[in-house]
């Protein structure tokens, strides 16, 4: 029996989240709420596919059109608000062997691009997985180029002291040696979400490097998230904030989305280590298995995120098109 695929019904739309959820690749962004926010904050027409066999579901694969003087382009997820992951997430294949899951997981993804070919002729197109999609072979039997990409996740579901001690010595003395007195970590709202996000774009504008990620998309997706969270971490000092971290939360899984960056402020706490440490205490006390660290692909930054000593894991860029649209495509930020 062949693949249906199409885009999401009213029908299919109301069971999309169930889908997300049941899903191995399923992501807070995948959410329906989020997609639609995603759109509204990019620009952006979201065709949310979904395929078939018969009445079983197969797979989801959200997909973003851009329009620019004439040209058409396909992002999953849209360019500039660097949301981590999105691209395809299977379902029912688990139980398969591997002959079956790797003809159904091949036939979805051609349904899904000869959509796209039939329906939106993109000129250019580029996909960022979840760390759930293992193959990529799929698609470039389709004409893409597949980029490994990498990122570090943190085991939870170990005892707190052995957590703890697996980390470098210098993680360890960072997070236990500092006065409790010293400072406070909570998780805040739509304020906190502001301090950060403000943060994060100053240090990014010191740097030279554009920073065009909406506060309101923020905002919008912290309000609209239907399963998963938003949540600000802040540390303050004296009570005035020093940094924070934005916390993606869905499933079983935090990720570490944006801030920890340099802080300006004169204090005397390892503000990021602490922090960190807060996100995986509060995770951990909420049965959550994971800490994604969300990139392991700077090697400057990489040294502070390897030393609480996380596996590495892979996820795919995947990309479609001319080498000159993928030049005009760049000029975009296309990949962030």
């Not at 997909?63 to 004439?70: G, P, S, T």
């Not at 849209?78 to 079956?100: E, S, W």
């Not at 990720?255 to 205490?281: C, H, S, Y």
Request: glycine fraction near 8%; proline fraction near 5%.
């Amino acid at each position: 029996m062949s693949i249906d695929v199409r885009v999401a019904t009213d029908e299919d739309r109301d069971r999309w989240n169930e889908f997300v959820e049941r899903s191995p690749q399923g992501t807070l962004c995948h959410e329906l709420e989020a997609l639609e926010v995603q759109a509204d904050h990019s620009g952006a027409t979201l065709h949310p596919l979904i395929g078939f066999k018969g009445q079983e579901p197969v797979g989801l694969f959200p997909v973003f059109e851009l329009r620019k003087q004439f040209v058409t382009t396909v992002f999953s997820p849209p360019p500039h608000i660097r949301v981590p992951y999105l691209g395809p997430a299977f379902l029912n294949m688990g139980k398969l062997k591997q002959r079956k899951r790797e003809r159904r997981r091949q036939r979805f993804t051609d349904g899904c691009l000869d959509w796209i070919r039939t329906e939106l002729s993109p000129r250019y197109a580029h996909v960022r997985t979840s760390t759930g999609v293992a193959d990529s072979r799929p698609f470039k039997w389709n004409e893409f180029d597949a980029t490994p990409e990498y990122t570090y996740a943190v085991d939870l579901t170990r005892e707190r002291d052995e957590l703890l001690k697996s980390f470098s010595s210098d993680a360890r003395s960072n997070i236990t040696n500092v006065d409790a007195d010293a400072y406070e970590v909570s998780v805040g709202g739509p304020e906190e979400i502001r301090l950060i996000h403000e943060q994060v774009k100053h240090r990014y504008e010191s740097q030279g490097i554009d920073f065009d990620v909406p506060v309101e998309f923020v905002l919008d997706l912290a309000e609209r998230a239907a399963n998963g969270h938003v949540r600000p971490y802040v540390l303050r000092v004296d009570g005035t904030f020093v940094g924070g971290i934005l916390a993606l939360e869905y499933g079983d899984t935090t990720g570490r989305w944006m801030g920890g960056v340099r802080t300006d402020a004169d204090v005397d706490v390892p503000t990021n280590d602490l922090l960190d440490w807060a996100i995986m205490e509060d995770a951990r006390d909420r049965e959550l298995e994971t800490y994604d660290l969300v990139g392991a692909d700077t090697r400057r930054i990489n040294r502070y995120k390897a030393k609480f000593n996380p596996g590495l894991e892979t996820y795919y860029s995947l990309e479609y098109g001319s080498w000159g649209m993928r030049t005009v495509a760049s000029l975009y930020d296309s990949v962030k």
